[in-house]
């Protein structure tokens, strides 16, 4: 059985979203992991879509309803933390000027200076809580409570590649330009999607480890250069 009794909600005849939590907590987060790995390879599952707090299974009904479903899970037996050791990514990210459009002004309302901001987010080590909403979008859990600050009023219609952003009690970075209301403080060159790149084309997994190295702009024009040219980054921000 999974403990705890989780909440079951159907979600039409096609899924079921097994909630573990009502918000966000890193025992939810680590639970809907869990599951979502030992529903592996099941006949009739067809997507599994972990979130902060839940997972959602999708299936094919004429291979397997979601009676059969619910009995699978009863069936289960409790999930433990798999023995493979999650991968750790040492980012680099640029700290100034245009690549960190938010830090002065996120600065100011923490009450810090903005050295300081980079000086406490660079020391944490971070855990991929979820990842999703954009392709490869990483929700990176262990954020310096002195960090934490709503999102934007105002979000911006494109936030470009690679911003490093921080909201509420977390730090992610966006790896499309794509709209977001996130405080922007950084920029990564390193491409964390690619659909090209079939064997991992979400750099960060769920469950990961990631670290950020302060690099100055020369460094991460030099960086971006390499990347283009069809550096692999799997092999260079691996730690």
């Known amino acids: 059985m999974i403990?705890?009794?989780?909440?079951l909600l159907p979600v039409g005849d096609g899924a079921l979203t097994v909630e573990f939590a009502a918000s966000y907590t890193p025992e939810a987060?680590?639970?809907a992991r869990r599951l979502d790995r030992q529903l592996e390879g099941i006949d009739g599952i067809v997507e599994r879509v972990a979130t902060l707090r839940s997972l959602t299974i999708h299936v094919d009904p004429s291979r397997l309803s979601l009676r059969r479903l619910k009995a699978l899970l009863d069936d289960?037996?409790?999930?433990?933390?798999?023995?493979?050791a999650p991968a750790h990514w040492v980012l680099p990210i640029c700290y100034e000027g245009e690549r960190a459009p938010d830090l002065a002004e996120l600065a100011a309302r923490l009450g810090l200076s903005p050295q300081g901001v980079v000086e406490i987010h660079s020391a944490g080590r971070y855990h991929a809580a979820m990842v999703g909403g954009y392709p490869g979008f990483p929700y990176l859990a262990g954020l310096d409570p002195r960090l934490s600050a709503p999102r934007r009023t105002i979000p911006r219609l494109a936030v470009p590649a690679g911003s490093l952003g921080v909201a509420n009690e977390f730090t992610a970075i966006y790896p499309q330009t794509v709209p977001g209301?996130?405080?922007l403080i950084g920029r990564t060159p390193v491409p964390l999607f690619d659909a090209t790149r079939l064997a991992r084309p979400a750099l960060i997994a769920t469950g990961d480890e990631v670290s950020f190295r302060p690099v100055p702009p020369a460094e991460f024009e030099a960086l971006s250069a390499g990347f283009r040219e069809g550096a692999d980054p799997v092999a260079l921000c691996r730690a």
Not at 3 to 7: G, K, T, V
Not at 76 to 84: C, Q
């Open 3 to 7: 403990p705890s009794e989780p909440r």
């Open 29 to 31: 987060a680590a639970r």
């Open 76 to 84: 289960l037996p409790a999930a433990t933390e798999a023995e493979t």
């Open 181 to 183: 209301g996130w405080s």
